[in-house]
T-cell receptor, first 116, second 109 residues
Framework: AAGVIQSPRHLIKEKRETATLKCYPI?????VYWYQQGPGQDPQFLIS???????DKGSIPDRFSAQQFSDYHSELNMSSLELGDSALYFC???????????????FGPGTRLTVL | DAKTTQPPSMDCAEGRAANLPCNHS???????VYWYRQIHSQGPQYIIH???NNETNEMASLIITEDRKSSTLILPHATLRDTAVYYC??????????FGTGTRLQVFP
């Protein structure tokens, strides 16, 4: 079965550079989520999109932006990178049944970003 | 979203049942209890969820107390591949998952 695809899997950047992470959700899933997991920490929600519109926002720095495109893939853009941005970035997708509280999120393998 | 409390770590012998507890005393009546796990640096994986009744699927069983203030995830026959961090999450809305500190389960031979 198709899974969530993330690219690149590994990314090394210098401080103050920019990075773009891509996420391709499971076909027919309408919602995409982004999570950040720092070293030794638990995943933290950043932002989500439903049907290409931002649906929720967590502790996402102003230096980060994201969008979901017409083909439902999503990109997380990170500018003015800092050492503290080094983390695993997970994308998840789901098919949200409106009116239901059931929401199984399917996670991708993550992108490991290292900022030097 | 309800705050959940889990023990930081647990051990389990291979082949035995692993019982992972979770306290969620602030859970509201319409919030579900979700369990996810994360095997080392992989993306979290959904295990099971429930509202009031006990639930079972091919991976695990979920026992929720009648007052819904706590629950237990049961892996009936733990294997080495079940070694992971297990997260109990109380959630109503259909959006973000709020991960707490979870329980690090170590299955040993």
């Amino acid at each position: 079965a198709a899974g969530v695809i993330q690219s690149p899997r590994h990314l090394i950047k210098e401080k103050r550079e920019t990075a773009t992470l891509k996420c391709y959700p499971i076909p027919r899933h309408d919602t995409v989520y982004w999570y950040q997991q720092g070293p030794g920490q638990d995943p933290q929600f950043l932002i989500s999109f439903y049907e290409k519109m931002q649906s929720d926002k967590g502790s996402i720095p102003d230096r980060f932006s994201a969008q979901q495109f017409s083909d439902y893939h999503s990109e997380l853009n990170m500018s003015s990178l800092e050492l503290g941005d080094s983390a695993l970035y997970f994308c998840a997708s789901s098919l949200v049944l409106r009116g239901s509280s059931y929401n199984e999120q399917f996670f991708g393998p993550g992108t490991r970003l290292t900022v030097l | 979203d309800a705050k959940t409390t889990q023990p930081p770590s647990m051990d389990c012998a291979e082949g035995r049942a692993a019982n992972l507890p979770c306290n969620h005393s602030t859970i509201s009546g319409n919030e579900y209890v979700y369990w996810y796990r994360q095997i080392h640096s992989q993306g979290p994986q959904y295990i099971i969820h429930g509202l009031k009744n006990n639930e079972t699927n091919e991976m695990a069983s979920l026992i929720i107390t009648e007052d819904r203030k706590s629950s237990t995830l049961i892996l009936p026959h733990a294997t080495l591949r079940d070694t992971a961090v297990y997260y109990c999450i109380g959630q109503y809305n259909t959006d973000k998952l709020i991960f707490g500190t979870g329980t690090r389960l170590q299955v040993f031979p």
